[in-house]
Every structure is written in structure tokens, then in C-alpha cells.
């Protein structure tokens, strides 16, 4: 099928047919794309292959030995961690599914632990650098207001940009200060505007909006100046020009402002669980990746400014 159309030569006639009702159960259970499939796929070739050339066997004949010493060659060749932690995740999935359905007595990947994945630090912006960053727009001009809008809105609220270049009118309650979004997997939250944003958007509405939008009727809240609605390349193409205009010079992500959010209210005491719910993280240790950011930015102070830093 073409979802995994690619060299059958690299495996033997029985474990293709094997690898082919693996992809198709992949596909069907639990909805991978294309790509994920191909580097399953690719992973169970390579790891075929050795075990035909180096122990003689299949892969329904492997052990845990045999994938204990297949990954301590790869880490020795020099493959780093989080293409190993891929490659078991691929032999897990392949081993359960054949204990599921009988072909194997045991999971040789039970009790093999993946590699420790050192995630970065988000990239954000300090206060001094998001204050330019929102003074660089020509607010004279229709666009130039539109994207200091959208860069208050950002700021005010942590929304992905996903989220932002998605908002429509009805999604956002002037009376009340909050803007409901829906996040990933279809979650619903609702979000302080604040007064400076909420203040943006009012002033916006019947101004900038209103020119961008002309003849055209679209619910998008932001819209370009065809008077369509933006899209996340668009404003994400408009931070950058507005980060060279202010004299940013550090790696900006389309995430950056989210990112400066959360670390500017943990840095002013924010409480951990209140910033999970502005992002929309259902869970908690991936908004702990901002204390981490906060503390790190601390140390950086202290060192800096303590006489014995």
C-alpha cells in the first residue's frame, strides 16, 4: 500500500508480510502519518538486517540481548538520544503487537529503558526586548495596528499561534475581558484578555479591521490585507520583521511570545497551576519546563548583580 511503499527487498518474504499488517495495524488503530509509518518501517529494516548479519535470526527471534546489544552499537557509532528513544518506540510498538497477537512468547523490549532526553529550555524574550518588540509596528498604518493588536494578544495571553491566527469574533467577550479558544484536541479554555490587549482590540474592530476587511465578510477576527483571515505563516513572517526592527538579535520561534508569557508570570508569582490553565497543558510537567526558565534567569541575576555571584 502506499502508506509504506518502499523497498521490500530489504526484508525477508515472511517479515514483509509481517512489517505490512504492523503499518496497516499502525494505521488504522492509532492514525499515524505517512512519515511516522515510513520511519517505523525504516527502523525494523535496519534492525532485520542486523540481526540476519550478526546473529542469523529474525526478528520474531530476538531477545532482549539482541536489542541491548543492537542499541549499544548504534550509541556507540554516535546516535544520538532521541533518534535511539525513536527506534525503541518503533520496536515497541512491533513487539506488543506481536505478544498481542500470539507471535512472540515475550516482549524482548520490556525492561529496557529509554535514553533520558535533555529538553531545551524554551527560547523567550525579557521584558525590555518584548516592550520593543510591541513598539515596532506602524500603528499609522492598518497592518501595522493589526499586528501590534495580535502582538498584545500574544503577549497578554499565551495563545499558540495556531490559536491566535484562528480566533473569530464570536470568541472574544469585550464586556467580560476573555477570549474562549479551542487548544489541542479540541480542549476549550477561556482567557483573560487584560485591559492593555482588551484596549487594542476595541480600537482595532471598528478601525484597522474594518479598512483590511473592505467589501469582504470573513468572522476571523485578524485579517490580511486581502480581508481574509491571517494565516500562521503570515504573522509569524511579520514577528520576524518586527524582531529585526527592534534590534532582536537572538532565535525567535513562532512560540516565543508564549513562551515570554508564562516566564514573566512565573517570574512575578505566578502560581504554577494557574499558568497550566492559561496555556492549556492538561499536564502539569510540561508547564514545569517554565520554572526552569524562571530559576535559570535568577541565577543569571544573581550572578550578575551579587557582589560574591
Not at 512489517?19 to 534492525?47: I, K, N, P
Not at 524574550?125 to 499609522?140: Q, T
Amino acid at each position: 500500500m502506499a502508506r509504506h511503499n518502499t523497498d521490500r527487498r530489504a526484508l525477508a518474504e515472511g517479515e514483509e508480510a509481517l512489517l505490512g499488517v504492523f503499518l496497516d495495524t499502525l494505521w488504522m488503530e492509532r492514525g499515524l502519518s505517512d512519515h511516522t509509518l515510513s520511519a517505523y518501517r525504516s527502523d525494523l529494516v535496519a534492525y532485520s538486517r542486523w540481526l540476519a548479519q550478526r546473529h542469523g535470526i529474525a526478528l520474531l527471534q530476538a531477545g532482549r540481548e539482541h536489542l541491548i546489544g543492537y542499541l549499544a552499537e548504534r550509541v556507540g557509532s554516535g546516535a544520538k538520544a532521541r533518534t535511539t528513544a525513536r527506534l525503541l518506540a518503533s520496536l515497541r510498538s512491533f513487539y506488543r503487537l506481536q505478544l498481542r497477537e500470539g507471535r512472540v512468547a515475550e516482549d524482548p523490549t520490556l525492561q529496557v529503558d529509554s535514553p533520558k532526553l535533555v529538553r531545551p529550555l524554551p527560547g523567550t524574550l525579557n521584558e525590555p526586548e518584548v516592550e520593543a518588540l510591541l513598539l515596532a509596528p506602524n500603528c499609522d498604518e492598518p497592518m501595522g495596528f493589526r499586528d501590534r493588536t495580535m502582538l498584545e494578544v500574544a503577549y497578554a495571553t499565551g495563545l499558540r499561534v495556531s490559536e491566535l491566527v484562528g480566533l473569530c469574533l464570536g470568541q472574544v467577550n469585550l464586556r467580560q475581558g476573555v477570549l474562549r479558544t479551542i487548544g489541542k484536541a479540541n480542549k476549550e479554555r477561556l482567557v483573560p484578555l487584560g485591559d492593555e490587549a482588551q484596549a487594542w482590540i476595541e480600537d482595532y474592530l471598528p478601525g484597522a479591521r474594518a479598512v483590511l476587511l473592505g467589501a469582504n465578510a470573513t468572522p476571523a477576527l485578524f485579517v490580511s490585507r486581502c480581508g481574509k483571515a491571517m494565516t500562521r505563516q503570515a504573522f509569524w513572517y511579520r514577528v520576524k520583521h518586527y524582531a529585526q526592527v527592534a534590534g532582536i538579535g537572538k532565535p525567535l520561534s513562532p512560540h516565543t511570545l508564549r513562551h515570554s508569557f508564562a516566564t514573566h508570570l512565573l517570574n512575578h508569582g505566578a502560581d504554577l497551576r494557574v499558568v497550566q490553565l492559561l496555556l492549556g497543558h492538561s499536564d502539569l510537567a510540561t508547564t514545569q519546563i517554565y520554572t526552569h526558565v524562571a530559576q535559570h534567569r535568577l541565577q543569571e541575576l544573581h550572578a550578575r548583580h551579587h557582589p560574591r555571584g
